[in-house]
């Protein structure tokens, strides 16, 4: 065998370019720059944190608008675009004067007139802004950079309201935004907060850009929970819509992304065997899991019916089937384990395990009869589905006749108006469980409520008197009593609590460990 | 030729009203509030009936219809109930990387499956035809999203040479956009590749067993003279017709590679708008897809006149 030279150069060059294939392959692959950071999110498909009550839009709020008022880690409001502030001897007025260098995003001022009118316009929704302006006698400017809330009576949790982290969030935008109806969309993305939203880029269903704000100026107090100065240390954060986990998983393997905002928990052994992810939880009260039940239509409006599901369920059981053991824990108090308000008045029903057989005997009392009980059943949602499909299991082991309807989120919302179910199951932060003025998982005002429709007058007005009270000590008595009612009427039943960890690249830190929403300022991105 | 071309140009024109007065009034019929939606999981009954009353989805349908009908007409598919863009807007940012996939995966998909289809009929019954009918079978077999996240796995996690996911523009140059695609198209090829190649492999094995076939042989044709001069191009009209409808096929159906691959294509748009019934984009994506494959038919009609000229329209 002969070797030519033009064989050999030929074999050589062939050589050359086979070995060299994957560095240019790699080089064709974006590397995710120090200063950029990628965060796989929830896909963002409303702009307006006023008109929806999703949590991804409130992130999106968090991020480009400011606030009056911010929790800190204690939760406890604090001002963020308020300067000073005072309120009157009788405490029914109260002053608000804006900080220095406030600026839009478009380069014009933020007035009172914004303040004003986001306010306003915050108010035609429900949520601790209607309260306010139910109350309100007047929301009006002083001058550029002061306005007040006068109130017809004091209202002792108006600054808690103001700062709640609580979707609809009262996120201030400018006064032509603000002066379209709370229905209407915004959908301009000006706000005056940390970062920019960057229109160009937007790519809606797959990717949205926000660029950091360089003019924005922040307080010089350090960052606290959602309070104090928001000084953002990256240039730019891109929000992915990942719809498949194991996708994420792998791109933030790859470092091809930093931030998974909801890792599922069978994946979780993967991400804690790499040495360059973590597991965080960011919510460390947690999220409570809880089902409500129709308490309009049989079996569910007989009371007795309904506390045999408070005595059957065991949580332990139910949040296994969906979640890591280490992460979740019992929940017995309807104000959630961490806040103030948690306690254990009427609590008696809880036993480890359940108690299969004081729910049969409550269920016999109750006079049921073989009807129908239907569970709709989240479609879309793996953690929901696997606890609706254990609920239903455990329903019929004490003799329920069970249907699990499976629905898409539309068709759930469109089933779930109707009437025409027994049982559907929701979560949301334990935070979210003591904001007994605005959120209406927490209401028992019958037909004119929230789906479930549980009723107790008794209970509503001490709610009533809930925004009245000035101290901490009188509302931890308040929420005694009002949980001894909710413990009776049953509307709810507890599932349990989970604190669901974020997994992200270790280069990425300085996350703020807050509940309901993700903030973005603070974090830190190294190179390695 | 041109009376036929311009016959199924009005063809597709009535195919596509037929499917936006289908889907407009399936997409009402179904249960689903897009209000509800936009308002959230704790929105209250008044907020998502004024969001309704905001959007004009209280107005009678055949209202709605009409006011959507006359939109279109005008060539205004509306706007996304929640992002509020315009509906042709969302698709054109959408259309690319489904294309782009499509067009690469139908150029591999031929390559391999025609030339794959041709060894088989060639040495038919033999250990080739035998080794390819295995593989055609385990291309069959494997679901796309197996195989994708196989590929992800090696390439991507193991050895880092290729993205695991994402799509890069061609504006950004041809490179990146290039190395975004490969995986992806190889994972959705490999059915495609199986198709095309049992399909030739039957096309040929007719063709090789005919008289003029034996004719060319006994006259001393070579191997490649009889399978590429005389025998594939009397077999190519079922291969066209498969590969057409392939492409068609593509351009409405990866969206599971687009959802492993996290590639922001058409086939996802219309997922998240039927999730969210988000009723103007599922609309104009299905228009505008229907008409694309009465399109691709027709172009693949037409070119059933190059391969054989008996053929007239």
């Known amino acids: 065998m002969t070797i030519c030279r033009r064989d050999l150069i030929k074999a050589g060059l062939a050589a050359g370019a086979a070995i060299s294939i994957p560095s240019v392959l790699r080089a064709q692959i974006a590397p995710t720059a120090a200063r950029t950071v990628r965060m796989v999110m929830d896909d963002l498909a409303t702009f307006d944190p006023t008109v929806t009550t999703a949590t991804i839009t409130g992130n999106h709020g968090l991020a480009i608008y400011d606030t009056l008022f911010a929790l800190d880690s204690k939760l406890i409001a604090q001002p963020q675009m308020v300067g000073k502030w005072s309120v009157s001897g009788d405490k029914r007025t109260y002053t608000f004067q804006l900080r220095d260098g406030l600026g839009w995003h478009d380069d014009t001022p933020v007035t009172a007139a914004d303040c004003v009118a986001s306010i306003r316009r915050w108010g035609q929704v429900p949520s601790g802004g209607k309260l306010i302006a139910e109350r309100a006698k007047d929301i009006s400017e002083q001058d550029d950079r002061t306005f007040i809330i006068s109130l017809k009576e004091p209202m002792g949790i108006l600054l808690e309201i103001l700062a709640g982290a609580v979707t609809p969030v009262l996120y201030i935008m400018r006064e032509k935004d603000a002066s379209l109806a709370a229905t209407e969309q915004v959908t301009a993305n000006i706000g005056s907060g940390p970062f920019k939203f960057n229109e160009a880029l937007a790519k809606p269903g797959a990717s949205f850009t926000y660029d950091r704000n360089e003019k924005y100026i922040p307080r010089h107090e350090p960052t606290d929970g959602f309070a104090g100065g928001k000084v953002v240390n990256v240039d730019r954060v891109i929000w992915e819509n990942i719809a498949d986990q194991q996708t994420a998983l792998a791109a933030l393997q790859s470092g091809e992304v930093d931030f998974v905002q909801k890792p599922a928990a069978d994946l979780f052994p993967a991400i804690k065997s790499d040495p360059n992810l973590q597991l965080q939880a960011l919510n460390k009260a947690g999220d409570v899991y809880f089902m409500r039940m129709n308490c309009l239509e049989k079996p569910f409006d007989n009371v007795k019916a309904r506390q045999a599901m408070l005595h059957l369920i065991d949580q332990e059981a139910v949040m296994r089937t969906a979640f890591a053991q280490e992460y979740i824990r019992p929940v017995t108090s309807f104000f959630g384990n961490q806040s103030p308000y948690s306690n254990d008045e009427n609590t008696e029903w809880y036993k480890k395990g359940g108690d299969p057989e004081k729910a049969k005997q409550l269920l016999s009392e109750a006079g049921y009869a073989g009807e129908t009980v239907v569970i709709l059943q989240h479609a879309n949602w793996a953690d929901g589905n696997n606890i609706e499909q254990f609920l239903a299991a455990t329903l019929r082991k004490i003799g329920l006749h069970v249907e699990l309807v499976p629905c898409d989120a539309a068709a759930f919302n469109e089933r779930r108006k109707s009437r025409s179910w027994s049982i559907f199951m929701t979560a949301e932060s334990d935070y979210e469980r003591s904001t007994l003025a605005s959120n209406p998982t927490l209401f028992a005002n019958g037909e004119e409520g929230w789906y479930g429709w549980p009723k107790s007058d008794k209970y509503e007005a001490l709610r009533a008197r809930w925004a009245n009270v000035e101290t901490l000590e009188e509302r931890q008595a308040l929420a005694r009593e009002m949980q001894r009612i909710q413990w009776d009427i049953v509307g709810t039943v507890l599932l349990g609590s989970v604190a669901s960890p974020i997994a992200h690249r270790k280069t990425l830190t300085g996350l703020i460990e807050m509940p309901s929403l993700t903030a973005m300022w603070n974090m830190q991105k190294s190179p390695t | ?313």
């Open chain 2, 1 to 313: 030729m041109a009376a036929y071309i311009l016959r199924r140009l009005v063809s597709a024109i009535a195919v596509m009203a037929m499917v936006g007065i289908f889907v407009f009034l399936l997409l009402r019929l179904a249960p689903g509030d897009p209000a509800a939606i936009i308002a959230g999981d704790k929105a209250a009954p008044q907020v998502i009936a004024a969001i309704r009353q905001q959007l004009g989805l209280n107005e009678p349908i055949p209202v709605q219809f009409v006011h959507w009908l006359f939109s279109v007409l005008g060539g205004d598919f509306g706007t996304s109930l929640f992002s509020r863009r315009p509906v042709l807007e969302l698709i054109s940012l959408r259309l690319e990387p489904t294309i782009s996939i499509s067009i690469l995966t139908i150029i591999l998909s031929v390559t391999i499956g025609v030339t794959f289809g041709i060894l088989a009929a060639w040495r038919a019954g033999g250990p080739v035809d035998r080794i390819l009918t295995a593989f055609a079978t385990l291309g069959f077999s494997v679901p796309v999203f197996v195989v994708g996240f196989f590929l992800i796995y090696l390439f991507a996690i193991r050895i880092h040479w290729l993205p695991v996911q994402g799509y890069v523009s061609i504006d950004n140059g041809p490179g990146p956009w290039f190395v975004h695609l490969i995986l992806p198209t190889l994972a959705l090829s490999l059915p495609y590749i199986a198709f095309i190649a049992r399909v030739t492999r039957a096309s040929m094995l007719a063709v090789l067993s005919e008289d003029y076939m034996r004719t060319a042989a006994a006259k001393g044709a070579s191997s490649y003279a009889m399978l590429f001069h005389h025998a594939l191009k009397n077999a190519g009209v079922p291969i066209l017709t498969v590969i057409g409808i392939s492409f068609a096929y593509l351009i409405s159906g990866v969206v599971i590679t687009e959802t492993v691959f996290n590639v922001p294509g058409i086939g996802r748009l219309v997922v998240d708008a039927l999730n969210n019934r988000d009723y103007p984009i599922i609309q104009g994506v299905l228009i505008l897809v229907s008409g694309l494959y009465v399109l691709i038919n027709l172009v693949v009609d037409l070119s059933y006149n190059l391969v054989d000229p008996r053929i007239r329209y």
